[in-house]
């Protein structure tokens, strides 16, 4: 016990090392364990040991047998690999299945250890030669020793599936442990085969899989199955998915952790499927005692499928969820009831009902959480303007900045249709300064646009103005009050057409991965990476050089970006858009579908402010002196060009998902690191370089 | 794969520690200590830190914890946790502090057996109790036997030895369903399912081939449809009157040759000796709730709670449910309770917030009646009560919710032998709750 945690018993070892030869399999196995714990400390030692290791290998008991070939593997000394050779190939032609397996797992061991040694002495080929063996478990550990090697060192080729090799991992499947069917579905998951009548095959022997008992086994099986019907034609798709479907749901009822593994899956896959389980919505309410993991994730797909037939009983339980006390989930309900809004628009005028039953409660964090999202679907839906008032009055339980700050958008965008607007305003410009940034800018847009719409009050724009231009410290603030305040005394009414610009549409508020990324994690379901949908290397990496890598691949990824989207870059640098809706086009089919909320976003008004400030500070200023010279139009369309800009070039979603978590609360921060993660630096590297250069070239410009 | 698999208790104390590879370093049991046990933010099984992977599960009184450095595969993780305590369950009794610091040797014997490299291998828990025993094999006997277990280790039969035998060959089938209900405050079911397990205990000689009939609607439907003149339009009162049942889907122990069941749905399988779980399912059309609540839950200003509770038993008045225990939250500052039953004993108890009505015995088709009232303390800070449901257990033999019947067993052996055949029925409360 002591030895297993860290205490340090080395000094025994030649003590111990006397114990080895005893014929007791109990305590032969301790001392193997010591063996393996402290060989590193006294290679010299362990010589001694290699005798009885030989010699074990070849007792007639094969558990013996299997025992000294397995800890040979584990004793990591240079001096031992010599000595391993002969018995190692002496154990893989065992007639003991019990020993070839263990010894297939040696193998790769072996390979850590020495890769030369291995290649040398053919043991690959004899490994590829056990796939054909009669025993599913010794075949099951042949792939699994090949692939390992083949994930560590590529050049060998070891483990290239054949029609022959798959037709045996076909025949393995049904026979061998669940863990082994694991193995061999990864394997066929990544086989890639252009013959139709291959997938067919593969998906008919891998479609029982789906009423195995261990769920990891399913995950696996529809991990298959998802790959390879890509290929075969539409009414067999549909079959297999109404297939996968029951699977599915099943997995809901397995332990939490496993639950939350398959929603994250489950959340993928409705990414590429939107309809595979829309008619299973009940399945996914939350149960009280769900672990706070789990009913956040069961939302997130809640939304996902939700559809005009299910909707009502969505938004029933999603009211439900909005009065219980955990506050993340209750938040994270609210904002889910304001993306059914905008994704069906036949449920829009129940959502808003509930929304303000909500706003009712005077419940603090909901009351906020509810306005921001009313705030969309005002956006979204012009003819909501009769419950501003009512939302007027919660005006001083507001204390968060993302809330005032949709208030605040929200009284300066329909300022005609309230006539305390200015008043409202003024309360807010008293505290002016000590408001945060996102307020404050919103807070200033307000203003002039108030003042556009009711030119009586140019007091207030103009102690708003004032204010911010001589006391702010921020450069966007005061940069934007300065704007506003030229275009203001230059030509009211250019600055009206500016300003008060029609305002793109929202589309979703949901949010997706990108094309892209969807794909590569569709190939690692199951895996970690589709738990935090990030790619493996994001993660996973060796040292330093891992992270070097990440940041050589994302320079790149910009480098290419610049080249793939001339356009862009021409409008940027010959300030001109002339076609501004397939301008809008390529950008949401080029990048990313999270950006699509970030163009349309009103541009000026509340979320300007973060989407400049998240995409890069540089593209905020370098908008600015383009603003002044261009109609009015084009000025929009520049800045959407850049805050889409920004999602692509970090492919990842992220900026995306950052600026809807700034804007929306919290909700999708809760779980921490795992779900929305801060854009990783390197590629923030990249845009930052990307960002510099469209701002040289706009400096050309003056 | 796995670089290593940690045991914690409560504490934070390293209980297990078990590398499988050179990357699986013991300082790593002090990470997780201070990112996980004694932190109390986090929110998810699964963390990295740099490379590292920590994927926990916790159960009784320890965290068991599995290292990864690579992009591994999560569910299998878990599944793999989670077997382990399965493991540790079937030999220690209970898998909690007590029992790893009682058994470490065992532990380490079973977690090398079991993983290789950090690759999982076999996990049959009958197979591993041959080898890996409390009392130590004898050398003699594993001499002659060994051969013998590795052969059944490895097998394409891993769960089954050929040469059991029984004077009096058994096997007893035990439906056991639980019932899932989410029911709204207004009374409407937002969700209800089945889970069903069937456990099966055979005690039969030989290497038996066993085929299992369920009232499988899709099953019958396909026998229906073979038929020349299928009565295609009474489909759904014929199906009622057949009584069958309609399975989302069902899983099946490693046993059940699932290429059969996927083309003709029947189920049939080569037993392991002993108890096992043959099948799971989950239904959701026509289930019969055994109980129906009636809730009514009044707030009484800010000092005082009302509770009206109506229970009525919905099945057959010959049967009755034992042990039925109905759980009443109230809020966290209640003081007192005055509870009135109708039948079977109430109590408050303080540190689960409930008031808990056990009513030992529930004759079919009564109803009976708790009134009560929760008196609160002032709070200084009125924070809002969750409500959560009110949930209720049950257990009730020979019903079953989704009205799935076994049609018949049929054990086939060389030696041609008679068999007999047990089957009970029981259904239990899963998560059967009632908002309000």
Redesign the interface.
């Known amino acids: 016990?002591a030895m297993?945690?860290?205490k340090d018993v080395s000094a025994l070892f030649p003590d111990v090392l006397k114990n080895i030869a005893t014929?007791?399999?109990?305590q032969k196995?301790?001392v193997y364990?010591y063996l393996m714990n402290y060989a590193k400390s006294h290679p010299d030692l362990c010589i001694l040991a290699v005798n009885t290791f030989v010699q074990d290998s070849e007792d007639?008991?094969?558990?013996?047998r299997?025992l000294a070939i397995?800890t040979m593997?584990?004793i990591?000394v240079d001096k031992m690999v010599d000595y391993m050779e002969e018995p190692l190939k002496k154990t893989l032609k065992d007639e003991?299945?019990?020993?070839r397996?263990?010894a297939a797992?040696c193998v790769?061991?072996l390979f850590?250890l020495n890769p030369q040694l291995c290649l040398e002495n053919g043991f690959l080929e004899q490994l590829q030669e056990m796939i054909a063996d009669s025993?599913?478990?010794?075949v099951a550990?042949s792939v699994?020793a090949l692939a390992?090697i083949m994930?560590s060192a590529p050049e060998t080729g070891a483990l290239a599936i054949t029609p022959a090799v798959l037709k045996k991992l076909l025949l393995a499947l049904?026979?061998c442990?669940?863990?082994g069917r694991?193995?061999i579905l990864?394997q066929l998951a990544e086989y890639k085969t252009t013959d139709l009548k291959e997938m067919e095959h593969i998906c008919e022997?891998v479609?029982?899989?789906f009423?195995?008992?261990?769920?990891?086994v399913?995950?696996?099986a529809i991990k298959v199955v998802f790959a390879h019907m890509k290929g075969l034609n539409y009414e067999v798709v549909k079959t297999y998915m109404r297939k996968m479907a029951?699977?599915l749901?099943?997995l809901l009822?397995s332990?939490?952790?496993?639950q939350?593994?398959?929603l994250r899956?489950i959340n993928l896959l409705l990414q590429k499927q939107p309809d595979i389980l829309s008619k299973e919505m009940?399945?996914f309410?939350c149960?009280?005692?769900d672990?706070?993991?789990v009913k956040l994730e069961k939302l997130e797909i809640m939304i996902r499928i939700a559809n005009d037939s299910n909707v009502d009983?969505l938004l029933?339980?999603l009211k439900?969820y909005a009065?219980?006390?955990d506050m993340d989930f209750v938040r994270r309900a609210v904002k889910a009831i304001g993306q059914c809004a905008i994704k069906i628009e036949s449920a829009k005028d129940k959502c808003v009902n509930v929304l303000m039953d909500l706003i009712n409660t005077k419940?603090n964090y909901v009351v906020q959480e509810a306005i921001v999202v009313i705030k969309d679907i005002l956006r979204k839906y012009p003819g909501y303007e009769g419950i501003i008032p009512q939302l007027c009055q919660s005006l001083d339980e507001l204390d968060e900045p993302g809330a005032r700050g949709s208030l605040i958008w929200i009284v300066g965008e329909y300022a005609e249709k309230i006539d305390n607007a200015d008043e409202i305003l003024s309360t807010f410009i008293d505290g002016l300064e000590e408001e945060e940034t996102q307020v404050q800018l919103q807070l200033l847009t307000a203003g002039v646009k108030l003042f556009l719409k009711k030119p009586q009050t140019q007091a207030l724009v103009q102690k708003v103005l004032q204010s911010v231009t001589t006391k702010s410290d921020n450069p966007d603030l005061r940069d934007r009050a300065f704007i506003y305040w030229r275009l203001l005394s230059n030509d009211p009414a250019l600055a009206k057409t500016i300003i008060l610009a029609d305002k793109p549409p929202i589309t979703s508020t949901i949010k997706s991965l990108p094309p892209g990324l969807l794909e590569q994690l569709l190939s690692?379901i199951?895996?970690?990476?589709?738990?935090?949908h990030k790619p493996?290397e994001t993660?996973?990496?060796?040292?330093r050089t891992?992270a070097d890598a990440l940041q050589k691949r994302a320079l790149e990824e910009a480098q290419q970006n610049a080249r793939e989207n001339p356009i862009q870059a021409a409008a940027v640098s010959g300030g001109k858009v002339t076609n501004v809706d397939n301008l809008l086009d390529i950008d949401f089919d080029g990048g990313a579908p999270a950006s699509a909320s970030t163009p349309s976003n009103d541009l000026f008004g509340a979320d300007s402010a973060e989407t400049s400030r998240v995409a890069s500070p540089i593209s905020g200023l370098s908008a600015n002196p383009g603003g002044i010279q261009q109609p009015a139009n084009n000025l929009d369309d520049l800045l959407g060009v850049f805050g889409s800009d920004g999602s692509v070039q970090n492919g990842g979603g992220n900026t995306g998902g950052s600026e809807m978590d700034i804007l929306g609360g919290f909700g999708g921060m809760?779980?921490?690191?795992?779900t929305s993660p801060p854009p990783p630096p390197p590629q923030q590297g990249g845009q930052q370089q990307r960002s510099q250069m469209k701002n040289e070239d706009i400096l050309g410009l003056f | 794969?796995l670089s290593g698999i940690l045991l914690f208790n409560q504490k934070g104390e390293?209980l297990?520690?078990?590398q499988?590879r050179?990357d699986c370093r013991?300082r790593l049991?002090d990470v997780f200590r201070i990112q996980v046990i004694s932190n109390a933010?986090?929110?998810?099984?699964?963390?990295?830190l740099?490379?590292t992977?920590f994927?926990h599960?916790k159960h009784e009184n320890i965290y068991l914890v599995a290292i990864?450095?690579?992009?591994?595969?999560?569910?299998?993780v878990?599944?793999?946790?989670?077997r382990l305590i399965a493991l540790g369950r079937s030999y220690f009794g209970k898998f909690d502090e007590e029992a790893v610091k009682n058994n470490?040797?065992l532990i380490?014997?079973l977690l090398?057996e079991i993983l290789?490299?950090g690759?999982?291998?076999?996990?049959?828990t009958d197979t591993l109790k041959m080898?890996i025993t409390t009392e130590?094999?004898k050398?003699e006997r594993?001499?002659e036997d060994?051969?013998r277990?590795?052969?059944q280790?490895?097998?394409?039969l891993?769960w089954r030895r050929a040469d059991v035998k029984y004077r009096k060959n058994e096997a007893f089938v035990d439906v056991i369903e639980d019932v899932n209900l989410?029911m709204?405050a207004a009374g409407t079911v937002?969700?209800e399912?089945v889970?069903g397990q069937i456990i099966m205990r055979a005690y039969l000689s030989g290497v038996p081939e066993c085929k299992f009939g369920l009232n499988d609607r899709l099953l019958l439907d396909d026998t229906g449809l073979s038929r020349p003149n299928g009565n295609k339009n009474g489909s759904k009162a014929t199906r009622a009157a057949a009584g069958s049942v309609t399975l989302?889907?069902?899983?099946?122990?490693?046993c059940v040759?699932?290429?059969r069941?996927?083309t003709d749905r029947t189920i049939s399988f080569i037993p392991p000796d002993g108890e096992f779980?043959l099948?799971?399912y989950?239904a959701t059309e026509n289930i019969n709730l055994p109980f129906k609540v009636h809730v009514i839950v009044n707030e009484v200003g800010k000092t005082k709670v009302e509770y009206q509770i109506a229970v009525r038993a919905n099945y057959g008045s010959k049967l009755f449910a034992t042990n039925v225990i109905v759980k009443v939250p109230t809020p966290l500052n209640t003081a007192t309770t005055h509870v009135r039953t109708s039948q079977g004993k109430a109590k408050y108890e303080p540190a689960e917030n409930n008031i808990v009505w056990r009513i030992p015995r529930f004759t079919g088709q009564s109803e009976y009646v708790l009134s009560a009232d929760a008196i609160l303390t002032a709070m200084t800070n009125q924070?809002?009560w969750?409500?959560?449901?009110v949930s209720l257990n049950f257990s009730l033999l020979m019903f079953t919710s989704s009205g799935l019947l076994v049609r018949y067993l049929k054990v086939f052996e060389k030696s041609n032998y008679s068999s007999v055949k047990w089957v009970r029925y029981m259904t239990r409360a899963g998560?059967y709750?009632i908002?309000f």
């Open positions: 016990m297993t945690l860290g014929p007791d399999l109990d196995k301790l364990l007639p008991n094969p558990l013996v299997a397995r593997g584990c990591r003991s299945p019990y020993v397996k263990t797992i790769a061991k850590d025993n599913p478990m010794v550990n699994t390992e994930h049904n026979e442990t669940e863990w694991i193995t990864t022997r479609v029982p899989q009423q195995h008992v261990n769920p990891s399913v995950i696996s029951p699977p749901v099943t009822s332990a939490p952790e496993v939350y593994v398959a899956n009940r399945v309410f149960k009280f005692n672990p706070p993991y009983q029933m339980e439900e009065l219980e006390v419940v690692e199951s895996t970690l990476a589709s738990v935090y493996p993660f996973v990496g060796h040292g891992g809760s779980l921490g690191g795992t | 794969m390293n297990i520690f078990r499988f050179n013991p049991s933010q986090v929110r998810s099984p699964i963390l990295t740099g490379s992977t994927s599960v990864t450095k690579s992009n591994a595969n999560a569910a299998l878990f599944e793999f946790l989670y470490f040797v380490y014997e090398d290789d490299f690759y999982p291998q076999n996990t049959e080898y130590g094999v050398s594993a001499m060994s051969s277990i590795t052969m280790a490895t097998g394409a891993s989410l709204s937002l969700k399912d889970t989302e889907d069902c899983q099946f122990h490693q040759k699932l290429g069941f996927d779980e099948m799971r989950r924070k809002a969750s409500r959560p449901p998560s709750e908002r």
